[in-house]
């Protein structure tokens, strides 16, 4: 596996996701010799929407925001991908999240193709029926984008069951029957499947749990900080904490918290209800959320957004291994520090795709009208998993890659490989 001094000096930092994004492609494909007029393609996202979206306020105001729905590519099946609503999203980050999951579906070999969606608002700024009107016309508004060979919206940062359930509701009423297949992470009286909330945490547990195997690690000798108590980070730390783990750091956007002896996930879950957030946890060591990545552990996992470890951080950070639950918390020149100073790096498109994989399941229910029980799921989940890990870590082994190239070997060239078979159209 590549642990080798870098060849070439590191250039100014691109440090957003985009940016990211285009360079951990164009590496890629220099490195598997992907047919330039297909690179050229992967480059560009096939199409992307900005749209208004006005909504009325509690007292009769109206407000506005820009929204956005990208699809980077669908060769291999419709686009798929979340939502996210966040004052800072724009397009492109949206274009950067597409991209990656084109190549998250095919590293775990699901016949979708990539998407991202954006409204650029502060979710606490609204009440829960603001945020109804605005998700209804925002679903109005890209409502010729999306449908269930189309495009299929999931939850990301900020966006929940609920938000699902209004986006799958103003879908059928302008249809005119239920489509519960328009949108996956949907509540389960909907059509949403078992083990769908708890899918992306899941399959970072069986992804580090793999990792550990690899390196000859036990799972209770190792500790772990997590960056992000959200849908993903929360569950994360308690599944870690039941299998075993040590939890050492944890954090939210507000700051985090940090104990020597591992935390108690269900203490802080309680506190955070109570107090908002998890600052002021007693019984541990208050921590910034730069702290938290620097913090001495085994496992670090960023769960929270993109572009946390940068050049600034990389060389300061004293994990042995980095599992990017988030997507895309690393920047290229700081992935090559961190490869250069021995730290295993397991790539978000490969770690937290148990959130997409499960939403492919809810898909196939929906579709056939048959729903599945929470240990199929779950199995079934666990199994495709671990074979995208197996062959992302043997092909970095036999081609001396680090485990990122090797996953966008394998992702784009599924994607490449249905675009030459297919053929460039007309
Ligand atoms: P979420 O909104 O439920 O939680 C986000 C968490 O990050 C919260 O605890 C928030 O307080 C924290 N946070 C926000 N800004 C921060 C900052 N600047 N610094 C530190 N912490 C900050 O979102 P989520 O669904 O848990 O998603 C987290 C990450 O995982 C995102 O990168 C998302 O794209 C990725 N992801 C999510 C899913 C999914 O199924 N939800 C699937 C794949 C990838």
Redesign the pocket.
């Known amino acids: 596996m590549k642990i080798q001094p870098l060849e070439v000096p590191l250039g100014p930092e691109r440090d957003s996701a985009w940016e990211t994004a285009l360079a951990q492609l164009d590496e890629a494909a220099e490195l598997m010799g992907l047919a330039p007029g297909v690179h050229e393609i992967l480059r560009t996202p096939k199409r992307a929407l900005i749209v208004s979206v006005p909504f009325r306020m509690d007292d009769g105001s109206t407000r506005v925001y820009e929204g956005t729905r990208v699809h980077h590519n669908v060769t291999r099946g419709p686009a798929k991908g979340?939502l996210r609503f966040h004052p800072m999203v724009g397009l492109d980050e949206t274009k950067a999240l597409a991209m990656w999951m084109t190549w998250k579906c095919a590293v775990v070999d699901i016949p979708f193709g990539g998407a991202k969606g954006g409204v650029a608002v502060d979710p606490k700024n609204h009440s829960r029926a603001e945020l109804e009107r605005m998700t209804r016309r925002y679903a109005s508004e890209i409502l010729p984008f999306i449908g269930p060979e189309r495009d299929i919206p999931a939850?990301?940062?900020?966006t929940d069951e609920e938000i699902m359930a209004w986006i799958m509701d103003t879908y059928s009423q302008n249809q005119g029957y239920s489509v519960p297949g328009v949108v996956t992470g949907k509540p389960v009286s909907i059509g949403g499947s078992k083990g769908r909330g708890g899918a992306?945490s899941r399959g970072v547990m069986y992804m580090l749990f793999a990792t550990l195997k690899r390196r000859g690690l036990g799972i209770e000798e190792v500790s772990v900080a997590i960056?992000?108590?959200?849908?993903?980070?929360g569950f994360l730390a308690q599944l870690l904490h039941d299998a075993g783990c040590r939890v050492v750091a944890i954090?939210?956007?507000e700051g985090g918290v940090y104990k020597e002896r591992g935390l108690d996930p269900e203490a802080i879950n309680r506190h955070k209800r109570e107090a908002g957030s998890i600052v002021g946890y007693p019984g541990a060591d208050p921590i910034t959320?730069e702290e938290l990545l620097e913090v001495d552990c085994d496992c670090l996992i960023p769960?929270?957004?993109?572009s946390v470890i940068t050049v600034k951080n990389a060389d300061r950070i004293r994990a042995r291994v980095v599992c990017e639950?988030?997507?895309g918390p690393v920047t290229f020149e700081a992935d090559r520090i961190l490869q250069e100073r021995g730290i295993f790096v397991v790539p978000d498109i490969l770690v937290?795709a148990g959130?997409v994989t499960v939403s492919y399941f809810e898909w196939v229910q929906d579709i056939q009208a048959y729903f599945w029980t929470e240990d199929e799921v779950n199995d079934r989940l666990r199994l495709i998993m671990e074979k995208a890990f197996d062959e992302v870590y043997e092909l970095a082994l036999a081609k001396d890659l680090t485990m990122r190239q090797a996953a966008h070997w394998i992702g784009v060239g599924r994607v490449a490989e249905a675009h030459l078979t297919r053929g460039l159209f007309p």
Do not use: L, R, Y
């Open positions: 979340g939850p990301d940062m900020n992306t960056q992000g108590h959200g849908k993903v980070g954090s939210d956007v959320n769960a929270a957004i993109e639950a988030a997507n937290n959130g």
